[in-house]
């Protein structure tokens, strides 16, 4: 059964876990040196200080993935968009468990007057990722062709976006 609840301080070592694997295997991620627990620590102090969810999702008492917002941009206008980040233990992909855990941000972040939510997808490639997005009413927005370089190639991004909440329909509190 899964449980998707706010992180705790002592998940750092297995978000570090999760992170480091796409870190050294894959593309949807342009970092290139798995960040240590001490960094991830830091992070997501970050993302609480600016009072943003910051959510994992167990199941049989594991964590198996993690998801969080942060500043789109850090100019005061900016400050109902928020940027997503949602990682899956590679062995739990497909699954459903993204779905739910994505879910669970977007409410989450609705919560604390997020208007705008912005998925970057790394690498066009990365088709569970936009299906994923696509999926919880994410709407394409565009491509920056060839902007990062990892494993010998250029790489794309894909923009994603989702109005949450009045989204621009009123003005913000």
């Given at each position: 059964m899964l449980t998707i609840r706010p992180s705790r301080?002592?998940?750092?070592?297995?978000?570090?876990?999760?992170?480091?694997y796409y870190v050294l295997y894959s593309t949807y991620t342009f970092e290139t040196i798995p960040p240590t627990i001490d960094e991830m620590a830091n992070r997501r102090a970050?993302?609480?200080?600016?009072n943003m969810p910051y959510l994992v999702a167990e199941v049989a008492d594991s964590i198996i993935g993690y998801a969080y917002?942060?500043?789109?941009?850090?100019?005061?206008?900016?400050?109902f968009s928020m940027e997503l980040t949602i990682?899956?233990?590679?062995?739990?992909?497909?699954?459903?468990?993204?779905?739910q855990?994505?879910?669970?941000?977007?409410?989450e972040a609705e919560l604390v007057g997020v208007r705008k939510m912005i998925a970057c997808?790394?690498?066009?490639?990365?088709?569970?990722?936009?299906?994923?997005?696509?999926?919880?009413?994410?709407s394409h927005v565009g491509i920056m062709k060839s902007c990062g370089w990892k494993f010998n190639r250029w790489i794309d991004v894909i923009f994603m976006e989702k109005s949450i909440g009045d989204g621009d329909t009123t003005a913000p509190e």
């Open positions: 301080e002592d998940d750092i070592p297995a978000i570090t876990a999760i992170y480091s970050d993302v609480l200080k600016s917002c942060s500043w789109f941009k850090p100019r005061v206008g900016y400050r990682y899956l233990d590679k062995d739990m992909c497909g699954k459903g468990y993204g779905s855990l994505l879910n669970a941000l977007l409410h997808i790394g690498d066009s490639t990365n088709e569970g990722s936009i299906r994923l997005h696509r999926a919880a009413g994410f």
